[in-house]
């Protein structure tokens, strides 16, 4: 079961190490709003294809975000089911960003 990982406690993660930013909502999604230093827009809906292109490091977390929270958690889920270690799923996704980090970020 992927761990969740809060809007607050991944801005202050990101200002100590780095976090390969796995954004799964659609394009149109992220052309509206999107987390700054975001590694890889990867749509759920092209996995698992698409999985090969998360090149995250070795030892690197893997936060996984969406709009709520509900594609970035299965995705996480997946994830594990392939190997990977260290897989977040940001509760409540980019609109609890939006809303308890970064207000400048377009909701939707």
């Known amino acids: ?9 991944l801005a202050a993660r990101m200002k100590k190490e780095k976090v390969y930013l796995l954004d799964v909502r659609e394009p ?9 230093g975001t590694s890889a827009l990867l749509p759920l809906t092209t996995w698992p294809h698409a999985v090969e292109k998360v090149k995250a490091e070795k030892g690197q977390p893997i936060v996984v ?8 958690f299965r995705a996480a889920q997946a994830l594990e089911q392939m190997g990977y ?8 996704g980019i609109d609890a960003w939006s809303r308890e980090v970064e207000p400048e970020v377009t909701r939707y």
């Open 1 to 9: 079961m992927p761990q969740l990982i809060t809007a607050p406690e």
């Open 28 to 36: 149109w999604e992220a052309e509206r709003a999107s987390i700054a």
């Open 65 to 72: 975000y969406c709009h709520h929270g509900v594609r970035s």
């Open 85 to 92: 270690a260290g897989v977040l799923s940001l509760t409540g």
